[in-house]
Structures are given as C-alpha cells and as structure tokens.
C-alpha cells in the first residue's frame, strides 16, 4: 500500500531563517505531487504540484519554492521566512491526477 | 478561475440525527467532486467523491448528491456519532482531471452533541 510521509512534524523558525519542508511517497511510482498551505481556521490553498522530476508548477507568487529532485520526493523551500509564512503544510500524492491523498502535515510557526 | 462556495461554517448537531454540508462551483467545467475530513493536527482524509457523470454515491453513512444543473453538490452524513466530529472539505477538479491539483471550500466545522 501507499504512504506519505512528512518531515518535521512542526517547525518554530524565526523571521528571516531559511526553510526546508520534505516530502517522500512510498508504495508508487510517477506520481503527481502537490504542496498545500492551509491557514488558521481556513481552508486548503494549493502552492505547487509536480508532474514529474524536475517539473514544478506554481500557483500563486510567494515567498516559497518547490523542487522534485527525485519521483517521490518533494520538498518546499525558502530562503528566508516571512511572519505570513506561518501555517499547517500539506503534502499529497495521485496516481492519475483525481484522488489525492494527503500526508500528516508540518506545522510551522514564524515567530 | 474555479471557485468553491461551502456552508455552512459551523454546523452542530445531535448523536444520531443526520448532516448535510453544500458546496456550489462556478467553473461547469468541473468534473471531479471529493470531500475530505480532517481531524485536529492531521491531514485531510479523502472520505468519499463524486464524477459528473453520477448523481449520487452512497457509502454506508455518508453520501454525496450532485446537481450538474445548478452547480452544486452536498455531503449526507446519517446516523451520526461522535467520532463524526470533524471539519469537513468539499473540492473540485477541472483541469486534467486534478492532476493540477484541487480548489477546496473553506470547510464546515461539524459538531456532534451527545
């Protein structure tokens, strides 16, 4: 069976410091990868997906970056963190593109 | 582009009566509908969905309805119980089927009274 695994599971950095989120999927091959910010008492805002190594599509202008160094790895980066980056990071996989499974999340705090 | 309207916010009610959450979209392109639970501190769990070319999908306690026509779609959580206690998303897919990732309501807090 498939599983996602997300690392760390919570995060306290001060403004200006530099990030690393990863992601990792056991149990398939090719998938499709995406990464989701979901803010306090909000819903799930998509920040990037991944079709496949080295392709990463971007949703909206940020303060973050994205890379698939290998098929079922993705990690999210930042150079330096801002306040607003503060929030639950999600991590999911498909196999086809329609159900999408997410991983446990990363809860980051900029202080 | 594609946006996802979900109500209500907070919805409560007692052990054993029944739920429903809607969600409306505005893109008729739309044509994969999945609701997600996410319990406090975890990820999202996929619980059921939808395709347009369906109208309704059972699973034992809960169902998903879905109007093409009038672009909306509900979740049908019967017999409630408190385990049920959650907040729930509705989604939706247009382009590439998901694989450009999914617009998700702003979820329902559901709240089970004993």
């Known amino acids: 069976s498939q599983t996602i695994h997300q690392w760390p599971a919570t995060l306290v950095q001060p403004v200006g410091s530099p990030l690393s989120l990863e992601c990792t999927v056991e149990?398939?091959?090719?998938?499709?990868l995406y990464w989701y910010r979901q803010a306090a008492g909000r819903g799930l805002q998509l920040l990037f997906y991944?079709?496949?190594?080295?392709?990463i599509s971007s949703e909206v202008p940020q303060n973050l970056s994205a890379s698939r160094p290998q098929d079922r790895q993705f990690i999210l980066s930042s150079k330096k963190l801002l306040l607003s980056d503060s929030g639950f990071y999600l991590c999911?996989?498909?196999?086809?593109?329609?159900?999408?499974?997410f991983g446990p999340g990363t809860r980051l705090t900029v202080t | 582009g594609e946006n996802v309207e979900q109500h209500p916010s907070t919805l409560s009610v007692q052990e054993g009566d029944s739920a429903v959450i809607k969600c409306t979209y505005s893109?008729?392109?739309?044509?994969?509908f999945p609701w997600y639970k996410q319990e406090l501190g975890k990820g999202p769990q996929l619980i059921i969905d939808?395709?347009?070319?369906?109208g309704e999908k059972k699973d034992q306690r809960i169902a998903v309805t879905l109007n093409k026509t009038a672009k909306h779609f509900s979740l049908h959580i019967t017999e409630t119980q408190p385990e049920d206690s959650a907040v729930y998303f509705c989604?939706?897919?247009?382009?590439?089927?998901?694989?450009?990732?999914?617009?998700f309501g702003k979820g329902t807090h559901l709240i089970i009274q004993p």
């Open positions: 999911a996989w498909s196999a086809f593109g329609d159900e999408q499974y």
């Open positions: 149990g398939t091959s090719n998938p499709n």
């Open positions: 991944s079709v496949g190594i080295g392709q």
């Open positions: 893109d008729s392109a739309s044509n994969y």
């Open positions: 939808i395709r347009s070319n369906v």
């Open positions: 989604a939706g897919a247009w382009t590439g089927g998901g694989a450009d990732g999914l617009t």
